[in-house]
């Protein structure tokens, strides 16, 4: 009897892990678990359907007969409420108790709610699943005013929603900046003119107090930590994710704010792995733990976990360890705009500006390139995220990485930690 292999979560990690076994192993007994209504969708595309640009039809992924031709179970609108790791099963909300072999752990995360008045007013938006994004678009379209909180890379997708939706939004950021943690103002500046393009306005050193709401309960404004008053009958707030690890809290897996795992996707709890947002992963290229929740990073997690629970259960599956640098790009302006890497930790970092529209960032560790942000130029991308898979230790030469289209030739040679 083959071994089974349980999954806990349909996103792109979970899928992968599941086309990967699948892959390897065509006759494996395969089991997906998943809290949503419907199949892998490209959450990518969601913010552009919310935006009006697409319709439903491109965004779904997998349809429920992929699933039929490979012989997985998959099994939607399941929550799991508990493991337990010494019978090795998994109980769901209706009480059922499914057996696995291998577990693996793909739940992504929950948005977090803002601890404010009337957090949860009709009208007041989190943007994370399919079915989020229908509710805004829905309601966007209907809308005149509004305002975003949260400034980081979902908080100006919901504004790329106000902006395609002609809502006449205000974006209330706490600091003097948007992603002040990873842009300096002189980088953060043509995003907010590429906002005010779009009609959304920056509100800068502000936040949000309360929301207000009329006779219906219905959102009507928002009063800002300055007390200033902004109508609004439409609201998005993108502050940050919990990761759904409660369901490990009862197993000896080190959970802070995410679980641990190894560069092979392993927890420390025997047959049970992890794939995706939830993962603080060991990372190989810096040599300390990392969390990650782009896109590619969780399909190769995903990918990696699949062939891993494989090769434990004997199967003649060669595995290497994680190692990805990713990125994350914003399409919604008139310039490209893209990170990588980690441009937000470093001990050090340096920037150019290129014209208008255009600049660039880059982040050090150790004086190891760890990370960056391109605005305007991509296209020096791949070299960048070369370096930082060759633990480059480039730090002294950034006048050459700062060049308009920079050669690997033209830098010295590059010591490796």
């Known amino acids: 009897m083959s071994a089974s292999y349980v999954i806990i979560g349909d996103g792109i990690a979970g899928s992968s892990a599941a086309e990967a076994i699948h892959e390897e192993a065509p006759d494996a007994d395969i089991t997906v678990l998943t809290d949503e209504g419907e199949t892998l969708y490209n959450r990518i595309l969601i913010k552009e359907y919310a935006k009006g640009k697409?319709?439903?039809?491109?965004?779904?992924?997998?349809?429920?007969?992929?699933?039929?031709?490979?012989?997985?179970?998959?099994?939607?609108?399941?929550?799991?409420?508990?493991?337990?790791?010494?019978?090795?099963?998994?109980?769901?909300?209706?009480?059922?108790e499914i057996e696995y072999d291998k577990l693996l752990v793909a739940a992504g995360g929950t948005p977090n709610d803002l601890?404010?008045?009337?957090?949860?007013?009709?009208g007041v938006h989190h943007f994370w699943t399919f079915e989020d994004a229908r509710r805004i678009r829905e309601h966007a379209e209907a809308a005149d005013t509004g305002v975003v909180v949260g400034a980081g890379l979902l908080g100006i997708d919901l504004a790329a929603i106000c902006g395609g939706q002609d809502v006449d939004a205000k974006y209330l950021m706490r600091g003097n900046r948007w992603w002040r943690y990873a842009l300096s103002e002189a980088g953060a500046e043509i995003i907010h003119e590429g906002l005010r393009e779009k009609g959304v306005e920056p509100v800068f050193e502000s936040g949000v107090d309360h929301f207000e709401v009329d006779d219906d309960g219905a959102l009507a404004a928002a009063v800002d930590g300055n007390g200033v008053r902004h109508d609004a009958d439409f609201a998005g707030v993108a502050i940050g994710l919990d990761f759904n690890v409660e369901i490990l809290q009862d197993t000896d897996a080190t959970i802070e704010n995410g679980v641990h795992v190894d560069e092979y996707m392993r927890t420390e709890v025997d047959d049970i792995y992890a794939a995706?947002?939830?993962?603080?992963?060991?990372?190989?290229?810096?040599?300390?733990?990392?969390?990650?929740?782009?896109?590619?990073?969780?399909?190769?997690?995903?990918a990696l976990a699949g062939r891993t629970m494989l090769a434990d259960s004997g199967h003649d599956v060669e595995i290497e360890p994680f190692r990805w640098v990713s990125s994350y790009s914003i399409t919604h302006f008139d310039f490209p705009f893209l990170s990588f890497g980690f441009p937000t930790i470093g001990d050090e970092t340096c920037e150019r500006s290129y014209g208008d529209n255009e600049w660039r960032r880059l982040a050090f560790k150790d004086g190891q390139l760890?990370?960056?942000?391109?605005?305007?130029?991509l296209a020096p991308q791949s070299k960048y995220k070369q370096l930082i898979k060759e633990e480059a230790v480039v730090a002294d030469q950034q006048d050459v990485l700062l060049q308009d289209n920079f050669e690997m030739d033209e830098l010295g040679a590059a010591t490796q930690q």
């Open 54 to 96: 697409l319709p439903e039809a491109p965004i779904s992924i997998h349809d429920p007969e992929w699933y039929d031709e490979r012989d997985i179970d998959i099994q939607l609108n399941t929550l799991v409420t508990r493991i337990n790791p010494d019978a090795h099963t998994v109980e769901t909300h209706e009480g059922t």
């Open 115 to 122: 601890p404010i008045e009337n957090a949860d007013a009709d």
């Open 276 to 302: 995706g947002d939830i993962t603080q992963y060991w990372d190989t290229i810096l040599d300390e733990r990392a969390q990650n929740g782009s896109w590619g990073s969780a399909k190769q997690q995903g």
């Open 370 to 377: 760890v990370g960056g942000v391109l605005i305007g130029n």
